[in-house]
C-alpha cells in the first residue's frame, strides 16, 4: 500500500526565516511527487512537481522541493517566507502506472508570526 | 487559462435529506475528480470520470453517486445526507498529460 507522510501537522516561523516541510512516500516503483498550497477556505492549488531528471524542482513564488529516493522523501523549501505564505500543504504521489490515483499527505498548516 | 465553478458554496439540508453539488470546468480536461476534505484532514478520492459518461468509484464512493453527463460538468449526490459527513467537497480536473490537478474553491455540506 502506497502512503504519503507529512509528519508535522503545524510549522510556524517568523517572516523572513526560511522553512523546510516534508514529505515522506513509501512507493517501489516509478512515481510522481508534487506539492499543492491551499489558503483558508479556497481551493488547492499547483506548486510543484517532480518526475525525473534535477532533484531539486523549483516551483511558483520562490518555493522548490528537493526528491531524494534514499530517503524516500519529497521536502518542500522556502528560503524567506512572507506571511501570505500561511496555508496549508498538501505533499502527493501518483503512481505512474495508475494515472488516475494520487494518494495525498494529510498535510502542514504553515503559521507565519509577524 | 480556465476556471473550475463549484456550485452552491453552502449546501444545507437535513439528515437523510438527497442533495447534489455540481462543478462545472473550461478547461477541457477529460479527467475530473470529485474530493472529501474533512477538517483538519487530507484528501479522500470520493468518484472520478476519465470522459464524458464514465464514472470510477474512489475509495470514498458509498453513499455517493455521480454524474458526468458533458465533459464539462461532473455532478455528485450525497445520497442520504449524514452529520458525520460535514465536510468540504472538492472538484477537480487534470491536465491531459496527468500531471496538474486545477482545483474548485469547495463547497461545503452542512447537515441539520
Known amino acids: 500500500t502506497q502512503t504519503v507522510s507529512q509528519s508535522d501537522a503545524h510549522v510556524t516561523v517568523f517572516e523572513g526565516d526560511s522553512v523546510e516541510l516534508r514529505c515522506n512516500y513509501s512507493?517501489?516503483?516509478?512515481?510522481?511527487l508534487s506539492w499543492y498550497i491551499q489558503h483558508h477556505g479556497r481551493g488547492l492549488q499547483f506548486l510543484l512537481k517532480y518526475y525525473s531528471g534535477n532533484p531539486v524542482v523549483q516551483g511558483v513564488n520562490g518555493f522548490e522541493a528537493e526528491f531524494s529516493k534514499s530517503d524516500s522523501s519529497f521536502h518542500l523549501r522556502k528560503a524567506s517566507v512572507h506571511w501570505s505564505d500561511s496555508a496549508v500543504y498538501f505533499c502527493?504521489?501518483?503512481?505512474?502506472?495508475?494515472?488516475?490515483?494520487?494518494?495525498w499527505g494529510s498535510g502542514t498548516k504553515l503559521i507565519i508570526k509577524p | 487559462g480556465g476556471i473550475i465553478t463549484q456550485t452552491p458554496k453552502f449546501l444545507i439540508g437535513q439528515e437523510g435529506q438527497k442533495l447534489t453539488l455540481k462543478c462545472q470546468q473550461n478547461?477541457?480536461?477529460?479527467?475530473m475528480y470529485w474530493y472529501r476534505q474533512d477538517s483538519g484532514k487530507g484528501l479522500r478520492l470520493i468518484y472520478y470520470s476519465i470522459t464524458e459518461n464514465d464514472l470510477q468509484k474512489g475509495d470514498l464512493s458509498e453513499g455517493y453517486d455521480a454524474s458526468r453527463e458533458k465533459k464539462s460538468s461532473f455532478s455528485l449526490t450525497v445520497t442520504s445526507a449524514q452529520k458525520n459527513e460535514m465536510a468540504v467537497f472538492l472538484c477537480?480536473?487534470?491536465?491531459?498529460?496527468?500531471?496538474?490537478?486545477?482545483f474548485g474553491e469547495g463547497s461545503r455540506l452542512i447537515v441539520v
Open positions: 502527493a504521489v501518483r503512481d505512474m502506472d495508475s494515472n488516475y490515483q494520487l494518494i
Open positions: 477537480a480536473t487534470q491536465t491531459d498529460s496527468g500531471n496538474t490537478l486545477y
Open positions: 478547461f477541457n480536461h477529460d479527467t
Open positions: 512507493y517501489g516503483g516509478s512515481i510522481y
